[in-house]
């Protein structure tokens, strides 16, 4: 996430929200470890 200014050992202030658009930096948990991505949406 460097491109988007998020560094290693940065802290976020995390907003829950339950809409999301193509784009969006997003914070996701896969195997019980968060990680911050951005949201690609592939409609195929």
Do not use: S
């Given at each position: 996430?460097?491109d988007?200014g998020?560094l ?7 907003e ?9 930096t997003?914070?996701?948990v896969?195997?019980?470890?968060p990680m ?7 409609c195929?």
């Amino acid at each position: 996430m460097r491109d988007a200014g998020i560094l290693d050992k940065d802290m976020l202030d995390v907003e829950r929200n339950t809409t999301t658009e193509e784009g969006d930096t997003v914070v996701v948990v896969v195997d019980n470890e968060p990680m911050v991505k951005t949201l690609f949406i592939d409609c195929e």
